[in-house]
């Protein structure tokens, strides 16, 4: 049987003196230990004519899907889509199990101990049934939670599966073919068992945006991470020649972007895209972010009818080892 996904993780997990406590509620000036130097924000999105600075946003019931989320994927590395039959209530049923006074439990992000400051935020990461973690905080009243969080990411799965299979058509690979797992060479063979972990995400408005940061630039590890964002803006994308690009939420839609293990996957044509969050002065942002990848024991290569391979093939369990030592880098050290 396939290692789970959590296991990818078992060696690298955060220890617990990287949690400092802050009452977020409380505070009224930025302390130092939460101060960034921000210098990357000289640069601005320049919006030239014929040529909007906006990540596309994509019908999913779009007849001509495929290409859009090629373009998307090659372009942007990152989309926004609609019409993808999650119901708001859903999302709604989740939000309102992150009030800021349920905070216990809560972690900071996994990029955190490569960096001197602290973020504006806090976390809570789920790896399959959400039970375990739930009964530890509140041995009386789980169940609410749970089924909040489980039918969260039942949900999830399908629509990111569904995703999956438009990307994978759109570098070549199509599910109605024939001796489709000749197609997907025997390497990436497990892509299909993908699976998700859910990390949900609060940034408490903060006395002084411009001088903190709610979660460092980073790129998501995985093969791709579908991302609910409440109505509060905050995510930022970087390109190159362009700076920081805001992605504003969209009522109902969800952002779509490309991980690590994808932009391998596709031999470097889709880039993974580097992003942040900044906080904002007046709201409180939520975010809920799915991450979804293969399991922990599977490998992951450039897909064999692309051209000349770029990357090694790399086991995911070893590329979170890698990229929770190297964290930007961990990548290039597959490059051959
Ligand atoms: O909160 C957000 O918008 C982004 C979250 C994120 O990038 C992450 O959890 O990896
Ligand atoms: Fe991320």
Request: aromatic content about 8%.
């Given at each position: 049987?396939?290692?789970?996904?959590?296991?990818?993780?078992?060696?690298?997990?955060?220890?617990?003196?990287?949690?400092?406590?802050?009452?977020?509620?409380?505070?009224?000036?930025?302390?130092?230990?939460?101060?960034?130097?921000?210098?990357?924000?000289?640069?601005?999105?320049?919006?030239?004519?014929?040529?909007?600075?906006v990540v596309p946003v994509i019908?999913?019931?779009?007849?001509?899907?495929?290409?859009l989320?090629?373009n998307a994927?090659?372009?942007w590395?990152?989309f926004q889509?609609?019409?993808?039959?999650?119901?708001?209530?859903?999302?709604?049923?989740?939000?309102?199990?992150?009030?800021?006074?349920?905070?216990?439990?809560?972690?900071?992000?996994?990029?955190?101990?490569?960096?001197?400051?602290?973020?504006?935020?806090?976390?809570?990461?789920?790896?399959?049934?959400?039970?375990?973690?739930?009964?530890?905080?509140?041995?009386?009243?789980?169940?609410?939670?749970?089924?909040?969080?489980?039918?969260?990411?039942?949900?999830?799965?399908?629509?990111?599966?569904?995703?999956?299979?438009?990307?994978?058509?759109?570098?070549?690979?199509?599910?109605?073919?024939?001796?489709?797992?000749?197609?997907?060479?025997?390497?990436?063979?497990?892509?299909?068992?993908?699976?998700?972990?859910?990390?949900?995400?609060?940034?408490?408005?903060?006395?002084?945006?411009?001088?903190?940061?709610?979660?460092?630039?980073?790129?998501?590890?995985?093969?791709?991470?579908?991302?609910?964002?409440?109505?509060?803006?905050?995510?930022?994308?970087?390109?190159?020649?362009?700076?920081?690009?805001?992605?504003?939420?969209?009522?109902?839609?969800?952002?779509?972007?490309?991980?690590?293990?994808?932009?391998?996957?596709?031999?470097?044509?889709?880039?993974?895209?580097?992003?942040?969050?900044?906080?904002?002065?007046?709201?409180?942002?939520?975010?809920?972010?799915?991450?979804?990848?293969?399991?922990?024991?599977?490998?992951?290569?450039?897909?064999?009818?692309?051209?000349?391979?770029?990357?090694?093939?790399?086991?995911?369990?070893?590329?979170?080892?890698?990229?929770?030592?190297?964290?930007?880098?961990?990548?290039?050290?597959?490059?051959?």
């Open positions: 049987m396939a290692t789970s996904l959590s296991e990818s993780y078992r060696d690298t997990h955060l220890l617990p003196q990287h949690i400092i406590p802050l009452d977020f509620e409380t505070i009224h000036d930025l302390p130092e230990s939460h101060a960034w130097i921000r210098t990357d924000d000289i640069r601005v999105c320049q919006i030239r004519e014929n040529e909007p600075c019908d999913l019931t779009a007849p001509n899907v495929v290409e989320v090629g994927c090659q372009k590395g990152m889509v609609t019409n993808h039959q999650v119901p708001l209530s859903l999302v709604d049923d989740v939000e309102a199990l992150r009030s800021p006074s349920g905070a216990t439990g809560y972690g900071v992000a996994r990029i955190s101990p490569f960096f001197n400051k602290l973020m504006w935020h806090e976390g809570f990461t789920i790896m399959g049934s959400a039970v375990e973690h739930a009964k530890q905080l509140w041995p009386h009243h789980y169940e609410e939670f749970c089924d909040a969080m489980d039918n969260y990411q039942k949900k999830m799965k399908s629509l990111a599966y569904k995703i999956l299979l438009i990307i994978l058509k759109a570098l070549g690979v199509d599910e109605n073919d024939e001796n489709q797992e000749n197609i997907i060479d025997p390497t990436n063979n497990s892509l299909f068992q993908s699976e998700g972990a859910l990390q949900l995400n609060s940034y408490p408005s903060c006395p002084n945006p411009n001088r903190a940061i709610g979660l460092a630039p980073h790129t998501d590890s995985l093969l791709l991470t579908i991302l609910h964002q409440n109505h509060t803006n905050g995510l930022q994308i970087f390109q190159d020649g362009k700076g920081w690009i805001s992605v504003p939420p969209i009522s109902g839609a969800l952002v779509v972007n490309i991980g690590d293990l994808m932009h391998i996957l596709s031999n470097a044509r889709f880039p993974t895209v580097y992003h942040r969050v900044v906080p904002n002065e007046t709201n409180h942002r939520f975010s809920i972010a799915y991450f979804y990848g293969p399991p922990a024991d599977s490998t992951v290569a450039p897909l064999s009818g692309l051209s000349l391979p770029c990357f090694r093939p790399v086991t995911v369990k070893d590329y979170i080892g890698l990229k929770n030592k190297h964290l930007e880098k961990a990548i290039s050290l597959l490059r051959v």
